[in-house]
């Protein structure tokens, strides 16, 4: 069994920067793939970034590519998301995900954390 916790979420203006991080613990993530998802009020969870368990692979959504940045440690058993150029679009609450099948994308996930709020103000 796999708990996956986020933190790093908060209340910024529009244009800031936030750095979100998920720690997992009851198994190591080495052959994991990891993800993001999020999910604004009143919208259904959307995929956002994914990385293979390698580091190599990564996956964006078109809506965060060249703002957002995913990375991971596997000897720390953590998985990152850094946000840059936040939009007030990008409001939402964030979620980690490991998949042990390797998936990426939007129908990735096996084991997910509880999330952490991103509020961006205009």
């Known amino acids: 069994q796999v708990q996956l916790v986020e933190s790093g979420g908060g209340l910024v203006q529009a244009g800031a920067s936030l750095r979100l991080s998920c720690t997992a613990s009851?198994?190591?993530?080495?052959?994991?793939?990891m993800g993001w998802f999020r999910q604004a009020p009143g919208k259904a969870r959307e995929f956002v970034a994914a990385?293979?368990?390698?580091?190599?692979?990564?996956h964006y959504e078109d809506f965060v590519k060249g703002r957002f940045t995913i990375a991971r440690d596997n000897a720390k058993n953590t998985v990152t998301l850094q946000m840059n150029r936040l939009e007030p679009e990008d409001t939402a609450v964030y979620y980690c995900?490991?998949?042990?099948?390797?998936?990426?994308?939007?129908?990735?996930?096996?084991?997910w954390g509880q999330g952490t709020t991103v509020t961006v103000s205009s």
């Open positions: 990385i293979s368990w390698t580091g190599i692979s990564r």
């Open positions: 009851g198994h190591t993530l080495r052959t994991y793939a």
């Open positions: 995900t490991a998949d042990g099948g390797g998936q990426m994308g939007p129908v990735m996930g096996n084991y």
